[in-house]
């Protein structure tokens, strides 16, 4: 079988990212397997190579050079049970929040909070997907991965991905270098909820709920989500564009002499996590406009791009956002979004 002849040529990635800014890859390929992938890699040697999901977190600045592989691996299943523990193994290219739905009717606990993040699975370890208190690595077991230089089939451990706040190796040592095919979750029959953040718990006092099941916590992370956050559907954005930075305690008490209403979050290791949205918004970037792009009006940690625009645009206004909130709080802020 020759797998090349799965190559596109010179396709538009415009609908392929949710900033919605057009670009063009040389060369893409949709991969429905872990055969088709490995057949193809090895007819392709020496081509660059990168891999995509929902394009939910990435930032293309210009054309792509070489060859695009979209994830599209299908697939969700019962793999173990122990007790209430449950084992659930989802392909690489599955919506994210499909998985969540099906994790929710089949009564299984431990993903309602991470409900309606874009994207795919297969992408969802790379920066340790995290929302209203969970982040993926606490119910994360194992990934299956195909190494893209040689095409041999690797499981990572959560210990061997290194999962930090939005961080795994995947952003670091091993950056570029893998195929996600297959993501394992450990999952629990049982409800294990995390109401931690105050929002969620206010949104369920609103719902009228006393006694939240998994779902109910879904539909309060779903309705916070949508009266907050621009839909990428209407208004093209990539979610937080950087990182929430977390400073040493004592840089924050400084900071937080000279700005008493700084918001700070104590972290485990003695640090402190200050809302990226706050320093913007103080920086006196919350809904600004910049001819195509924007801070979002009420979350402004989020650019959007309102149309017209190029990638290398938004990379412009990212960086003058960078430069006002280092210059007035001397924090730089790191981006979370992929840039390619
Ligand atoms: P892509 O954007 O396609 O890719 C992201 C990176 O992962 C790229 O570097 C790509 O090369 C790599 N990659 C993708 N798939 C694979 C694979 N199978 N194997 C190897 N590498 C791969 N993130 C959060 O953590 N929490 C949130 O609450 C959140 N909310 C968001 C809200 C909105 C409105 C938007 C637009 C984004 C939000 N995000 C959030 C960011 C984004 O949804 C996540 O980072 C998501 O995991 C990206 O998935 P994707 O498939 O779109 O990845
Ligand atoms: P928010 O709830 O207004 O919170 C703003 C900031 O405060 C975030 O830095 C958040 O940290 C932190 N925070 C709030 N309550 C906290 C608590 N009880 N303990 C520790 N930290 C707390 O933020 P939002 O923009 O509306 O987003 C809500 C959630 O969805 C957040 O978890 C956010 O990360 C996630 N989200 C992520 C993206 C993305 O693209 N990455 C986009 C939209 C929303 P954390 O960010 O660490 O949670």
Redesign the pocket.
Known sequence: MEYRSHIRRDVSLRALNTFGVEARAQMLAEIGSIGQLQGLLSEVEGVPLRVLGGGS?VLLRGDVDGLVLLDRIPGVEVVRREGTAVWVAAGGGLDWHALVEWTLEHGLSGLENLSL?PGTVGAAPI?N?????VELCEVFEALEAVELSTGRCRIFTGEECAFG??DSIFKRSEKGRWFITRVVLRLSSEPRLNL????LQETLREMGVQRPTPRDVSRAVIR??RS??PDPARLGN???FFK?PELPAETFRTLQRRHPDL?G?PLPDGRV??????LIERAGWKGRREGAVGCHER?P??IVHFGGGTGEAIWHFARQVQRSVEERFGIRLVP?VNVW
């Open positions: 977190n993040i920066q997907i995290g929302a209203y208190g706040y939005r931690s953040y105050g929002a916070i989500r907050k956050l990539a979610g937080s929430n918001p979050y996590k200050v809302p990226a949205a706050w979350q940690l989020v979370e």
